[in-house]
Structures are given as structure tokens and as C-alpha cells.
């Protein structure tokens, strides 16, 4: 392969990453709001369902360039395996496995999800919740290889990171308005 053809798929592949980084972290926002206890109701939930099953079309786009490109460029050596089976790859073993195992990890909840009427609500509820490990082990991995002379790559990653822990922070403190509604209900004495 030419060099500048390498190049090219280099830059693409970073570009893709950071791409996904980014889909990602929005999709994993938007499915957080969505299974929140303080969920959006009537008409904003269907249009944040929509906007979270969209937007993870377009991270499988991204997500499926940025694989490709990374294992056909040669400035490193990530086999196919390896961009699919975790602790595989000679070249920084951990990073390139926390990709692999997002990578993984969305085919299995993009899987279900194309089948959720054929699988069992349960199932596809723990194996959807398989994202509170997908997403982290990504912006890890985006964190730790966001390399070349930009600090901007991990700077993206690290901004993607503030904000989906702030999303998870919020679900887990958020009461539900009805909730607080019914205490203060509850608190009041009979007559």
C-alpha cells in the first residue's frame, strides 16, 4: 500500500473513531433518559426513541468504518481477529481489547434490538443494559489510543466521558415528579 494511501486510511480511521465516540455517547445519553426514572412522557418519548435508534444506525456506520480502516491501515498491525476477539492483538493488548469488546457488545445489543419482538422482554432489557460496559470500555479505549499529536481526540473522549457520567448521575438522583408529589400527599394528616 502507497503511504499516502495509508495515511488516508489513518486519518479516516480516527475520524470514524471520533465519530463514534461521539453517535455513541449521544445514544447512550438518550437511552439513559429513556429508562430513567424521570422518563419523557407522550410525544418526547417517541421522538427521543426515534432519535436513539437512529443515531445508533449511524454509530454502527461509523463504528463498522472505523474497524475497517484500523485493521487495513499498516501503520499498526490489528488483525480482523483481533478487531473482534479481545486480547488478541500484539499492538497495546488492552486498548485494542476494550474496543473489541464494545465493538462485541453492540453487535449483541443491535442484534436484539433488530429482533425485539422475537426476543423476550427480559432478555433483551439485561442484554440492552450490556451498555453501562459497552460504552465506558469504548471511551476508554478512544481515551487511551486517541493518539497522533492531537490532544484533541482524547480531549473529545474525555468530553464524552463528563457527559454520559453526568447522565448516569442524574438518573440515579432524579425523582419521579408524581414520586414526590405522592410523599408530600402522604405526609399530609387526615382530617
Not at 471520533?18 to 422518563?39: C, E, K, N, P, Q
Not at 474497524?67 to 493488548?93: K, N, Q
Not at 476494550?98 to 432489557?125: C, E, K, N
Amino acid at each position: 500500500m502507497s503511504p499516502a494511501a495509508n495515511e488516508i486510511l489513518w486519518v479516516v480511521s480516527r475520524a470514524t473513531g471520533v465519530a463514534a465516540t461521539v453517535l455513541l455517547t449521544v445514544v447512550f445519553i438518550l437511552g439513559v433518559m429513556l429508562s430513567g426514572r424521570r422518563r419523557p412522557t407522550g410525544t418526547q418519548t417517541t421522538v427521543i426513541t426515534g432519535l436513539h435508534r437512529n443515531l445508533a444506525l449511524g454509530l454502527t456506520v461509523f463504528l463498522t468504518a472505523h474497524v475497517i480502516t484500523a485493521v487495513v491501515e499498516t501503520y499498526v498491525d490489528i488483525g480482523w481477529v483481533s478487531a473482534l476477539v479481545p486480547f488478541t492483538s500484539a499492538y497495546e493488548p488492552v486498548w485494542v481489547s476494550l474496543g473489541a469488546i464494545a465493538f462485541d457488545l453492540l453487535i449483541a445489543v443491535t442484534m436484539t434490538s433488530l429482533l425485539r419482538h422475537r426476543v423476550p422482554d427480559m432478555w433483551w432489557q439485561r442484554i440492552h443494559a450490556l451498555a453501562y460496559v459497552l460504552w465506558p470500555a469504548a471511551i476508554v479505549h478512544g481515551i487511551a489510543l486517541g493518539t497522533g499529536s492531537g490532544w484533541v481526540l482524547r480531549a473529545i473522549s474525555i468530553t464524552c466521558l463528563a457527559a454520559g457520567i453526568g447522565a448516569v448521575i442524574y438518573r440515579l438522583v432524579a425523582h419521579q415528579p408524581d414520586k414526590t408529589r405522592r410523599h408530600q400527599i402522604r405526609e399530609q394528616p387526615w382530617r
